[in-house]
Structure formats: structure tokens, C-alpha cells
């Protein structure tokens, strides 16, 4: 599964912004879709997850609860993280990840994942 993240740019604090993570392979419904960032000079982030499927499940990180909200629509092949609220610590490259997972289970630890899209930088000026 190869995967393209798309939709990062400049945003002000308050704003919103959508990123896709699309792929042309098949099989993407069978996948969960996890999505990482990374800010300069620091680790790698979990900042969400969705299940494979119908997406039933969906996980996040503290920091961005109540504002990003993973959506997955598989007849497009696309997942969204879609990002209210910004601020300008949500500055990073912005990574999609895939894992054929079974049931309900969104990884979150990016070793576990099996497909990295390119990354989608995403800044936010106060």
C-alpha cells in the first residue's frame, strides 16, 4: 500500500485545515490508517488512528482531543485528519501511516505500521 499525504500549508492560529492520505492500491479498507507528526528537533507523534473497515474506532493523542478528527471514506481510498483549532504546536510534517490490522485495532506506536506516506508540512503562526 503506497500512500500520498496532500492538504498541509500555512494556517493561522484558530484555523483549520484537511489533510488527505490517499492511495491507489487495493486492499485500503483492510488497513488501519494511523497519523503521526513530527515537529523540528523533536520525535516522531502519534496524533490518531482509525480503524480498518468503517473506521468504528477512532483514538487520539491528548493534545489534539476535541480538535482533529480522523475520517476514512474507503470508496474513495482516502483518510482525512481533519485539524480545528489550530495552534501554532501543532507545527510539524505531518505523516500517514498504514497497517492491515484486524478488527478494531489502531496502532499506536509507529513501528507497528507497514506504509508511510511522504509527509505534509503543516505551519501555524500565532
Known amino acids: 500500500v503506497q500512500l500520498q499525504a496532500s492538504g498541509g500549508g500555512l494556517a493561522q492560529a484558530g484555523d483549520s485545515l484537511r489533510l488527505s492520505c490517499t492511495t491507489s492500491?487495493?486492499?485500503?479498507?483492510?488497513?488501519?490508517i494511523g497519523w503521526f507528526r513530527q515537529a523540528p528537533g523533536k520525535e516522531r507523534e502519534f496524533v490518531g488512528g482509525?480503524?480498518?473497515?468503517?473506521?468504528?474506532?477512532?483514538i487520539y493523542a491528548d493534545s489534539v482531543v476535541g480538535r482533529f478528527t480522523i475520517s476514512r471514506d474507503n470508496a474513495r481510498n482516502t483518510a482525512y485528519l481533519q485539524m480545528n483549532s489550530l495552534k501554532p504546536e501543532d507545527t510539524a510534517v505531518y505523516y500517514c501511516?498504514?497497517?492491515?490490522?484486524?478488527?478494531?485495532?489502531?496502532?499506536?506506536?509507529?513501528?507497528?505500521?507497514?506504509?508511510w506516506g511522504q509527509g505534509t508540512q503543516v505551519t501555524v503562526s500565532s
Open positions: 492500491r487495493r486492499a485500503f479498507s483492510e488497513h488501519a
Open positions: 482509525i480503524s480498518r473497515g468503517g473506521g468504528s474506532n477512532t
Open positions: 501511516a498504514a497497517k492491515r490490522s484486524v478488527f478494531y485495532y489502531v496502532p499506536r506506536e509507529d513501528f507497528e505500521y507497514n506504509y
